[in-house]
């Protein structure tokens, strides 16, 4: 009975931590691509830093919001 109890905070534990690896690696991600678009399209698409971040922020919230969704879905599996 212990044992299972300590499983599942371990889980958890682990859950989190992901979660926390997934947002940071999403938001890297995010501002790299918004970074290149706006170098590689100088002349064309003008972004400002304040714009990348927000437009990054909010492909992390997405990308989150996805990665919350496949969770319960694979718990919902078992």
């Not at 989190?16 to 002349?43: C, E, G, H, K, N």
């Not at 927000?54 to 919902?76: E, S």
């Amino acid at each position: 009975m212990e044992s299972n109890r300590q499983n599942k905070k371990w889980d958890i534990i682990k859950e989190i931590i992901f979660f926390l690896l997934t947002t940071v690696l999403a938001f890297a991600y995010w501002m790299l691509v918004l970074l290149l678009i706006s170098f590689l399209t100088l002349s064309y698409i003008h972004f400002t830093i304040e714009g990348i971040f927000v437009m990054a922020i909010a492909g992390t919230v997405g990308t989150d919001i996805w990665y919350i969704i496949h969770k319960i879905k694979q718990y919902r599996k078992k």
